[in-house]
């Protein structure tokens, strides 16, 4: 049976423990030696201290008194409490005061010169007898062990307990660290969960942190490019339903016409819906390559050849209502860089719109604006209201505007252009191109 692979923590928890084991490992490595130094010191102290007694001791006893015998021997006042004083001969056998009746760290000391040590317990420091001849005894002072040992301990739970509070505040610290370090994050978490969902109105949080701020930027920046996106394919989506469905209503009633309509040229009926087929073809290759945003604006816009395309496609169809079309091209114009099947489809909503909507004569001319260039499609029908706004998308367009036109508007913006009611009635629409426009 495959084992279950250990869970990953997470980054609180990460962060909390590697700040703390940090913590705890530096504070061990300077507790333990300085503990060591603090019980040596206290030790060397005590010796000290006791070396200093007993050297006055005995250099305060008199000659005289260790010649006369133990009973004769006075200890001079101001001993600290606490000590035990004892004169020994210089074999090491006690002869006045306390202490052990045989000591062999006095005996040690008959060379004239003060000993220290540890005996029975007790840390002893034994000075010799000044005389000016012989050596006549030593003096031995000594206090309990166990006295310093409890000096030491003191000290050192002292520097556990600031030990303690030192890994506890390092502790605290990694706590909110990794809670702030965190936070940033689990907001990301949250907010791509909330993307995954379609709710693209992501905030990046503020967290002073460079590499979190920037990621909840860059999270932000891409969640509102696909909103952007998704509006656009949505409402691209229902304004290209409109003109394919134009356009394949015109190619059905040419072919039920001819069908119903006894004596028709059905070769002729035919020819117009293959026509018509092809166009719908090209439609649909346009609209497709915008929807993906494929467009090649890189290259010159060929205005002349798209308005010989504009004469092909829609001479005929006005002319079978009795209308004119009339190009209008002057024969120098700046140059202009857009995408061909973004205007080709621009142009298509406006004379489809005057042919519709429209009527009398149909123009499409060219203008010059300063270094911009301008292409307008008027008719001499009853225009727009002044009160309505033709660009505004609808649910539905009864008034035959709105799907179309709010197309070729998104359309004409796509290509850093602008498409414009220049005359409410009769209409003139214009579709302004940049020639600086970068690509």
Known sequence: ?????????????????????????TVTLFAVPLAIAVSHLYRSETMNALSRDATWIAAAIPDDDVENGARAITLPTGVPAGLTVGVYSTSGHLLHGGGPVVSGLVAAAVEGHPHEGVEAGFLVASAPIPTDETQLGVVRVATPYDGVEDRIHLAWLLMAALATLAVALAAAF???????????????????????????????????????????????????????????????????????????????????????RPGADLTRAIAVAVQRGRRLHTIIDDLVRLAR???????????????????????????????????????????????????????????????????????????????????????????????????????????????????????????????????????????????????
């Open 174 to 260: 990694a706590l909110r660290q990794s809670a702030r370090l965190a936070a940033p994050l689990e907001h990301l978490t949250r907010a791509a969960q909330a993307l995954g969902e379609g709710d693209f109105s992501i905030r990046p949080l503020r967290s002073a942190i460079i590499e979190a701020d920037a990621a909840g930027q860059a999270l932000a920046a891409t969640a509102h490019r696909l909103g952007e996106v998704l509006d656009r394919e949505r409402s691209f989506s229902a304004d290209v339903s409109h003109q394919l469905r134009t356009q394949l209503t015109g190619l059905l009633l040419g072919l039920e016409s001819a069908l119903t």
């Open 1 to 25: 049976m495959p084992s279950t692979p250990p869970r990953p923590a997470s980054l609180r928890r990460r962060v909390l423990v590697a700040i703390t084991v940090v913590a705890a490992f």
């Open 293 to 439: 945003d494929t467009r090649t604006a890189s290259e010159p816009l060929d205005v002349a050849a798209l308005l010989e395309e504009v004469r092909s496609d829609w001479h005929g169809r006005l002319a079978a209502q009795g209308r004119r079309l009339t190009i209008d091209l002057p024969g120098e114009l700046p140059p202009v860089v857009a995408s061909l099947p973004a205007v080709r489809q621009i142009l298509r909503v406006l004379v489809d719109n005057a042919l519709v909507h429209g009527a009398g004569k149909v123009c499409v001319g060219v203008i010059e604006i300063g270094d911009a260039l301008a292409i307008e499609v008027s008719d001499q029908g009853p225009g727009v209201p002044e009160e309505s706004d033709p660009f505004v998308r609808r649910a539905s367009a009864g008034d035959g505007h709105g799907l179309g036109l709010a197309l070729a508007r998104s359309l004409a913006e796509a290509e850093a252009g602008r498409l414009v009611l220049s005359r409410g009635s009769p209409p003139i629409f214009s579709l302004l191109l940049s020639p600086s426009r970068s690509t």
